[in-house]
């Protein structure tokens, strides 16, 4: 053990100890599908993704006509844009609960922590991009003595 005379010799010793994380490996069912869930809001999304055509079902329908807003589509399909892997996986959903806009977040959530299941490369952008964090903002509760969550009763003074 070498006796150390400054902190740059510390810096580089300390530098020489340190391994590079392990590299993350790909997560992936005897199907050849990787899972992940998502949430945003109220939603929960349970997200299969395997190789493919591009054909994304929501609740065992088509995309289209389960999202039939063409800005809920684009939030789904955001991950996939930004991986470049448009029409190369099969997208399976299962979502429940919340409203519209909360399912597609839920199911972009879950759908990009699949892509990194399948292939861990991918994290990078993806994480760049904040698809991999969870939205963490949910509606406020309603307060007693309140309209609604901030909103009082109008007030009179007669």
Known sequence: MAVLQSLSDLGQQVSSVEDAPPPREKKVDQFGRAY???????AVAR??????????????????????????????????????????????????GGGLSGQAGAVRHGLSRAL???EPELRPPL??????????????????????????????KR
């Open 47 to 96: 997200v299969w993704i395997k190789p493919g055509s591009g054909e994304i079902t929501v609740n065992d329908r088509p995309v289209t006509q389960y999202f039939a807003r063409p800005v809920l589509r684009m939030i789904i399909q955001q991950p996939l844009q930004v991986a470049n892997r448009m029409g190369q996986y099969d997208v399976i959903v299962t979502v429940a």
């Open 116 to 118: 990194t299941h399948f």
């Open 36 to 42: 992940a869930t998502g949430k945003r809001k109220d």
């Open 127 to 156: 994480k760049r991009e904040g698809f991999l964090t969870r939205d963490s903002r949910v509606v406020e509760r309603k307060k007693y003595g309140r309209k609604k969550a901030r909103r009082s009763f109008q007030f009179s």
